[in-house]
């Protein structure tokens, strides 16, 4: 029997969609490369639930469990806590309080109390619920350094403190981010005019020249993730990973991808240029992280949160039908709140998100509105919406089929108990906003569900499938994978081909 590994690797692209990896399959060269090549790939992969969001998406990775039993709805009610201010500070705190239940890090450690690990990220929610309610090395990129929230520690350690004094981010004021290939080599316009989200649209994007200015605004670069991987191969070497009998964990959060498909889109030459440069990035990081931990003693997992609708302006230039809902839902809720007011006390009770409306239910009933009544009336006007495919409500959801996917998408993505009042469906190529010159996620239609599953090394033999799986396989698998077992329920299934190889 072949020995555990020493380090399994779980790195989650935000933003990274199921057709990026073939896509560009011809160009790879690095780490894509080696994940294609070399990996279980699993090309149907999904995040299967309806808010298709970055903490949503992060929560169901390694525990197994959808948002309707993670508790992690949303970014709005993801990791935002007050009560655990960053350190250093000053900043909004985070923690993973919300967070119900265990996740692969828990159940490790349930079997082996001496196991260690390290999740960092490019955001906070990506970096704290890959490993859930665990406290210990936690960190993300936050104003120029790498924090964490005293949810986790009052100081930094150390190694961490050093690495912030080094300044990496700020030493890149002023720095052009340039096409890495030839201009002919991308098929791809540069500069459309929906694209930039209000800044230039056309290479090269330069950096603040001001340190402080370029570190905090790092985030819409690429460089963002070279800057992660170094740190997080910083901590391996600090912290020890992999260096005993035991199996560790390292959690990885990459964001630029996000950043930048929200600003130029997933067709934009910006996007391929940033798949390139990180498709390098990961080829350096998986040779630096072997030279501290064997290849053939670590496992490593590759997934996306969420994926990404293309711009509606581009979609309607070839002919399909798209556009924006966010002004249109925003208006609505707005309106309504206005209604509502003189007899809630509140001028917003009611909030909304990717086609949630959602609120105090218990203050509606407390002061003379009825939750049910108010749902239907605003379900029935955000159905008379261009755009909108389906709205929910809980009496309706509670009665449409069990085969109905689309409702069982918005199962999975409430938990009982949360106070909803709408969910809402938009057809394929609608988007939840309405920004202009940036593009979003958020739906359960196919753009925004599916997402890579690549499972490599560790005696994992390479292969192809193509029947769907879901994100919440992936802790189950990796349990199964190393011989522990979950301390709860869960949602996820364990991948067959994973632990026995892949069918032929």
Known sequence: ??????????????????????????????????????????????????????????????????????????????????????????????????????????????????????????????????????????????????????????????????????????????????????????????????????????????????????????????????????????????????????????????????????????????????????????????????????SRRTVLVFTGDHGVTPFPERSRREGRPAGRLGTAVNSLVSRTNQQIAPRTGMPAVLKTTSGLIYGDVGLLRARGTDPDSLAAALAGALARVEGVARVFTPATLGAAPAEDSMAARWRRSLPEGFPWLVGAVARPGYIWSGSERSTTHGTPNPDDVLVPIVFLGGGIRPGRVARPVRTVDIGPTLARLLGVRPLEPVDGAVLGEVVRGPSR
Not at 100 to 126: E, H, I, M, N, Y
Not at 200 to 227: I, N, T, Y
Request: proline fraction near 9%; hydrophobic fraction near 40%; charge should be neutral.
């Open 1 to 294: 029997m072949a020995p555990p590994p020493r380090l399994v690797v779980v790195l989650v692209v935000d933003q990274m969609r199921a057709d990026y990896l073939d896509r560009w399959a011809r160009e790879w060269t690095g780490g894509f490369r080696r994940l294609r090549e070399g990996g279980l790939v699993y090309s149907q992969g999904m995040q299967d639930h309806a808010l298709t969001q970055t903490a949503p998406g992060h929560a169901t990775i390694l525990s197994g469990r959808f948002p309707a039993h993670t508790g992690i709805v949303a970014n709005a009610v993801g990791v935002s806590d007050p009560l655990a201010p960053l350190v250093p500070g000053p900043g909004p705190g985070a923690s993973p309080r919300r967070f119900a239940g265990t996740a692969l890090l828990d159940w490790l450690q349930a079997a082996r109390p001496d196991t260690r690990f390290l999740s960092v990220a490019g955001k906070d929610r990506s970096a704290i619920l890959l490993v859930g309610r665990a406290r210990g090395p936690v960190f993300w990129y936050g104003d120029g350094r790498f924090v964490t929230s005293r949810y986790y520690s009052d100081t930094l350690p150390a190694w961490v403190a050093a690495y912030n004094r080094r300044g990496w981010g700020a030493a890149l004021a002023g720095r052009h981010w340039e096409l890495l290939r030839p201009a002919p080599a991308y098929p791809e316009a540069d500069g459309e005019p929906y694209e930039g989200d209000g800044g230039e649209a056309v290479f090269p994007h330069p950096l603040p020249r001001d340190p402080a200015r370029a570190a905090r605004e790092l985030s819409g670069f690429p460089w963002l993730d070279s800057l992660t991987l170094d740190f997080a191969l910083e901590g391996v070497r600090s912290l020890g990973l992999g260096a005993g009998s035991r199996t560790d964990l390292l959690a990885l959060g990459l964001a630029a991808t996000d950043a930048i498909g929200h600003r130029f889109g997933p067709d934009s030459r910006e996007l391929h240029d940033q798949l390139l440069r990180l498709d390098r990035y990961l080829g350096w990081f998986l040779d630096s992280l072997a030279a501290l931990v064997p």
